[in-house]
C-alpha cells in the first residue's frame, strides 16, 4: 500500500505490541478506511536502513530481465503486506523483471518498522532496475472491504487494460473513487523510464486465497502485449 495518499493498515497492526497508534477514519466507497502513521516514519531508505539491518530484518531481492522493458515491485513484501512477494513472482515471472523489498522480523510488527512510504521508496537497487525499464507495476496489499483490486498510477491506459483483463475472468477492480490513486510522481510506480506505471493495491481476501494463477496470468498477458507495441501506445 503506497503512502502518498492514504495509508491503508491492517487491523492486525494496529493498537498493540505495546506501540500507540494514531487513526482517523476516511471515507471510501461509503464506508471506512483505516488511516494510520507508521511508527517510524521513514523519509527515505537510508533512514530505515539506519535503524534496521539487511538480511535480518528485511531482505532485498531483485531479478534483472534484458529482454523486458518492464518491472514488477513489491515494496512492501514479505511479513510487511502479506503475500505481495509471491504474486510480484507470480506477475514476473521469468519474463519480466523483478525486485522484491521483503520484511524478514519475527515480532510481528513488520509493517510498523519497516513501511517506507511509495513516494519515499528510493533504494538504490530498485531505482537502478526500474531505470532500465519504459514500465513499473508495484504490488501492494490493503485490508480494508472493497473490490479485489484497486488500480492507481499514472499509466491511465495499461490501468483500463489490466482492469478489463481481470475483470473478464471475474476479479472486480476500481479505477477511480478509492483511496489509493497512486497519483504521486515520485510513487515508486512511476519512476521508470516513462514516467508512468501502475499500482495494484490488492484485497485481504484475495491475497488469503492462495489462487493468484489467473490474476497473475491475465496481467501478464496485458505486459506481454506492453512489451510488443511501443510504450506510447499506453501514453
Request: glycine share 14%; proline share 5%.
Given at each position: 500500500?503506497?503512502?502518498d495518499?492514504?495509508?491503508?493498515l491492517?487491523?492486525?497492526?494496529?493498537?498493540?505490541?505495546g506501540h500507540?497508534r494514531?487513526?482517523?477514519?476516511c471515507?471510501?466507497?461509503?464506508g471506512?478506511?483505516?488511516?494510520?502513521?507508521?511508527?517510524?516514519?521513514?523519509?527515505?531508505?537510508d533512514e530505515?536502513?539506519?535503524c534496521y539491518?539487511?538480511?535480518?530484518?528485511y531482505?532485498?531481492?531483485?531479478?534483472p530481465?534484458?529482454?523486458s522493458?518492464?518491472?514488477v515491485l513489491?515494496?512492501h513484501g514479505?511479513r510487511i503486506e502479506?503475500?505481495?512477494?509471491?504474486?510480484?513472482?507470480?506477475?514476473a515471472?521469468?519474463?519480466?523483471?523483478?525486485?522484491?523489498f521483503?520484511?524478514?522480523?519475527?515480532?510481528?510488527d513488520?509493517?510498523?518498522?519497516?513501511?517506507?512510504a511509495?513516494?519515499r521508496?528510493d533504494e538504490?537497487r530498485?531505482l537502478?532496475l526500474i531505470?532500465?525499464c519504459?514500465t513499473?507495476v508495484a504490488v501492494?496489499?490493503?485490508a480494508a472491504?472493497?473490490?479485489?483490486?484497486?488500480l492507481?498510477?499514472?499509466n491511465?491506459?495499461?490501468?483500463?487494460?489490466?482492469a478489463q483483463?481481470?475483470?473478464?475472468?471475474?476479479?472486480s477492480c476500481l479505477i477511480?473513487?478509492h483511496p489509493?490513486?497512486?497519483?504521486?510522481?515520485?510513487n515508486?510506480?512511476n519512476?521508470?523510464?516513462?514516467g508512468e506505471?501502475?499500482?495494484?493495491?490488492l484485497s485481504?481476501?484475495?491475497r488469503k486465497a492462495g489462487?493468484?494463477?489467473?490474476l497473475?496470468?491475465?496481467i501478464?498477458t496485458?505486459?506481454e502485449?506492453?512489451?510488443?507495441r511501443s510504450?506510447?501506445?499506453?501514453r
Open positions: 500500500m503506497s503512502l495518499d492514504f495509508v491503508d491492517n487491523p492486525r497492526h494496529g493498537v498493540g505490541n500507540l494514531s487513526t482517523t477514519p471515507s471510501f466507497d461509503g471506512a478506511v483505516t488511516k494510520q502513521a507508521s511508527l517510524n516514519d521513514f523519509r527515505c531508505y530505515l536502513a539506519q539491518t539487511e538480511d535480518v530484518d531482505a532485498v531481492h531483485v531479478m530481465r534484458a529482454r522493458r518492464v518491472a513489491a515494496p514479505g502479506g503475500r505481495t512477494s509471491e504474486i510480484a513472482r507470480l506477475i515471472g521469468d519474463d519480466h523483471c523483478l525486485y522484491l521483503e520484511g524478514l522480523r519475527t515480532t510481528g513488520n509493517f510498523e518498522r519497516l513501511h517506507l511509495s513516494h521508496f538504490p530498485a537502478d531505470s532500465g519504459d513499473v501492494h496489499g490493503y472491504p472493497g473490490p479485489d483490486v484497486l492507481g498510477g499514472l491511465a491506459r495499461l490501468k483500463e487494460a489490466v483483463a481481470l475483470a473478464k475472468i471475474g476479479f477511480d473513487g489509493f490513486p497512486g497519483r504521486h510522481p515520485r515508486i510506480c519512476r521508470g523510464r516513462s506505471g501502475v499500482q495494484l493495491e485481504e481476501g484475495l489462487d493468484w494463477a489467473g497473475a496470468g491475465a501478464r496485458v505486459l502485449d506492453l512489451n510488443r510504450a506510447g501506445w499506453y
